[in-house]
């Protein structure tokens, strides 16, 4: 009798294992989770306009999601991995965040909400170059609309080596300057002007195009450089000038 007993503990025992193994393997792996995140969206200045509708998707894949009105956005069920996002509305330079990994976390993968402005609607009609006592280079550029105290405009200056010094071409990328006045003066002091690498006796070729506040630049891994989506391609011919 205890021999029998002993017998069906054994194989209650058994079962019981045996149930809870199958219940591990049955249990089904995570492989993917949502990404979530939300945009800030500008004008071309400083001023926040309607954040919705501006679509945020996976390059090379089909996910895609479009920001409600307080740029929230969600893409669902996405599978663990390293992607590219691309966000894109018209009127705005395409912007790219790129090596976002989505893994398990236990929740969803959030994305910190990038500030992007509208395209630039400022040309560069003419831009000039000569010097002072106190700088030996000052660009001197003309905005299209004109630039001034309570209609700033944004411009950002591109330097090369290169003749055919561009947006897509340079070695130096200026920041966004703020035009508050027509012509506008970019000052470059001799200090200034090492500081970008360039050595006494090099010609200098420089390059502006208007720009918006929120330019929208990111870093492109693939090009191994800066792209400015934001920019106004009609600008006036380079201007170039020997460093002293």
């Known amino acids: 009798m205890k021999y029998t007993y002993f017998s069906l503990c054994l194989i209650l025992l058994i079962g019981f294992t045996s149930c809870s193994k199958d219940d591990n393997n049955n249990s089904e792996t995570v492989t993917k989770a949502n990404i979530i995140g939300s945009v800030n969206l500008f004008d071309e200045g400083v001023t926040q306009i309607d954040n919705s509708n501006m679509n945020v998707s996976i390059e090379g894949t089909g996910f895609s999601a479009t920001t409600d009105g307080s740029g929230d956005f969600k893409l669902t069920d996405v599978p663990f991995g390293t992607y590219t996002l691309i966000f894109e509305k018209a009127g705005y330079g395409t912007y790219k965040k790129f090596d976002i990994e989505h893994k398990n976390t236990g929740s969803s993968t959030v994305i910190n909400n990038p500030s992007l402005g509208l395209m630039s609607t400022t040309a560069i009609t003419n831009l000039t170059i000569n010097s002072n006592s106190s700088f030996p280079v000052i660009l001197t550029s003309i905005t299209n609309p004109e630039a001034s105290t309570v209609n700033p405009k944004y411009i950002r200056y591109f330097l090369s080596t290169d003749a055919s010094v561009s947006d897509e071409n340079y070695e130096n990328a200026i920041e966004t300057l703020q035009a ?32 918006s506040f929120w330019g929208n630049n990111y870093a492109d891994p693939n090009l191994a450089r800066d792209v400015f989506p934001n920019l106004n391609p009609t600008s006036a011919p380079a201007v170039s000038f020997v460093v002293p």
């Open 180 to 211: 508050n006045n027509t012509p506008n003066n970019f000052n470059l002091s001799q200090a200034a002007i090492d500081a970008l690498g360039y050595a006494s006796g090099t010609r200098v070729y420089a390059k502006c195009y208007g720009e």
